[in-house]
Structure formats: structure tokens, C-alpha cells
């Protein structure tokens, strides 16, 4: 078992409570052989619906081209793309977890929380609006670094997938479905993404640009 061999290696040495349980993956907050506190992803094997939402992002990936026939090798090839998003996101400082090791299914990062409880994210907390526009101008810095820097887009980003942490910053997660530049869903992705974050934050009382100038400011040179 995959778990084992991460044992074996002091990558993992206990795994504690679950922290979420979704239908395609689990994340769970572990312990590796020094003691640190980690967060363990692990994508279940057997989700049908999974590989049918999920080729046309390793298909059209130009990193990948074939998706595998097999199932699991599949979902191997998720996690890998995930830590390599995360890998790549990170070098570029965008505000992350630290991707640690990935192993077939199993996927190690720093856990983003404080005494083993995780940080809530932005759909768990209710703030100022002084504090959520300080949020708002960091996430886009965020996006944009990770756009201009590491040469990805997230694909998946909204309120449910960035934490805020106790001293009021946001760190972004959850990178399985983010895309390199010449990816041809990349454009797309971004402007869902962005459109997200604008109606999210307006509803939050944020006084927004538009989505186009947004847009340009993420791409552009201009500061
Ligand atoms: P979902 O479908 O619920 O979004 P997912 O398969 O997309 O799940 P993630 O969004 O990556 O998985 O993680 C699910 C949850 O696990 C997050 O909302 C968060 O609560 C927790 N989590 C993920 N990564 C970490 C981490 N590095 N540190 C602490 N908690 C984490
Ligand atoms: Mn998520």
C-alpha cells in the first residue's frame, strides 16, 4: 500500500482526523516521522464521474497530450498534476501550500491552520469590508503572480478554495484543475475565475473594477 511506503519513509507518520471528505478525495491532517503537521490529499480510486470531468484538462494539457486508459493510473496522473500545479505556484511565492511529496494517489503539503485546526476560508468568516477589500487586492495579486510567474491559471477559484488565515491573508488551494498558459481552456478558465472573485467579493461589499479591466490588470504589464 501506498500509505505504507510513505510510513516507511517518515513521509507520514500517522494520519489524525479527517479534515474534509468529498466525493473524490479525502484530506486528512497527519503527522510525519519529525512531528510536523501536514495535510494528507487522498484521491479515492473507484469515483466514476471522476475521469469523465477530468480528461479533457489532461488531454489538452500539452505537459500530458494522452490521458491513461486505466483508471487508476489516471487518478495517479491527477495528483502528479496537482503537485506539479502546487510545485510551481509555490516557486513563484504565490500564497499556497508547500506541495511535499506526492505518491501514486497520495498527496503531502504544509497544512495551512494553526494547533492542528485548519483555517476556515473565505465562506466560513464574516468580515469587516475594510477587511475583505484587503483580502480582494491580495487574492489578485495572487492570481496574477500565479498567471505571470508560474504560467497558470487555477480553474476552480472562489470563495470555498481560499483559506484566510489569522493574521487576515488569503492562501489559495486546491490546484488540481489549474492549467498551463497554452492550454486551450486557459483563457476561458481565467475569466471564470475572475468573474467568480468579482461577484464574490461584490457581494461582500467590495468595491470591484470591472471584469475586463481586472482581466487586463492580471495579464498586463501594467502595475
Ligand atoms: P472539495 O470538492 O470539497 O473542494 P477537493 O477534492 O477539491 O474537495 P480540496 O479543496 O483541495 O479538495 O480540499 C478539501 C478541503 O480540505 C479544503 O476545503 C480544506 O478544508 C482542507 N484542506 C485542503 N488542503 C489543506 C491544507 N493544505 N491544510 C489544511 N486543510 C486543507
Ligand atoms: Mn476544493
Known amino acids: 500500500m501506498t500509505l505504507y511506503k510513505l510510513m516507511n519513509r517518515g513521509l507520514v507518520r500517522s494520519l489524525h482526523g479527517v479534515i474534509s471528505a468529498g466525493k473524490e478525495s479525502r484530506v486528512y491532517e497527519a503527522e510525519t516521522s519529525k512531528g ?11 469515483s466514476a464521474e471522476f475521469r469523465r470531468k477530468r480528461e479533457g484538462y489532461i488531454v489538452l494539457d500539452p505537459r500530458f497530450r494522452r490521458a491513461p486508459s ?23 511565492r504565490v500564497a499556497c501550500p508547500q506541495p511535499l511529496f506526492v505518491e501514486k494517489n497520495i498527496l503531502g503539503m504544509n497544512f495551512i491552520g494553526r494547533d492542528r485546526m485548519r483555517f476556515p476560508t473565505l465562506v466560513e468568516v464574516e468580515l469587516s469590508i475594510t477587511e475583505y477589500s484587503h483580502i480582494y487586492k491580495e487574492v489578485l495579486q495572487n492570481v496574477r503572480r500565479l498567471y505571470r510567474e508560474a504560467g497558470l491559471v487555477h ?8 483559506f484566510v488565515t489569522d493574521k487576515i491573508h488569503p492562501i489559495l488551494m486546491d490546484f488540481s484543475q489549474a492549467v498551463v498558459l497554452d492550454h486551450p481552456m486557459a483563457s476561458t478558465l481565467l475569466e471564470r475565475d475572475v468573474r467568480n472573485l ?15 479591466a481586472t482581466l487586463e490588470w492580471i495579464k498586463g504589464e501594467s502595475r
Open 36 to 46: 510536523i503537521t501536514i495535510a494528507v490529499k487522498i484521491y479515492l480510486v473507484s
Open 70 to 92: 486505466n483508471f487508476r493510473s489516471f487518478v495517479y496522473l491527477w495528483a502528479k498534476r496537482e503537485y506539479s500545479n502546487l510545485a510551481k505556484a509555490f516557486e513563484s
Open 155 to 162: 480553474g476552480d477559484l472562489s470563495v470555498y478554495n481560499i
Open 198 to 212: 468579482v461577484t464574490d467579493f461584490n457581494k461582500r461589499g467590495v468595491k470591484t473594477g470591472s471584469l475586463q
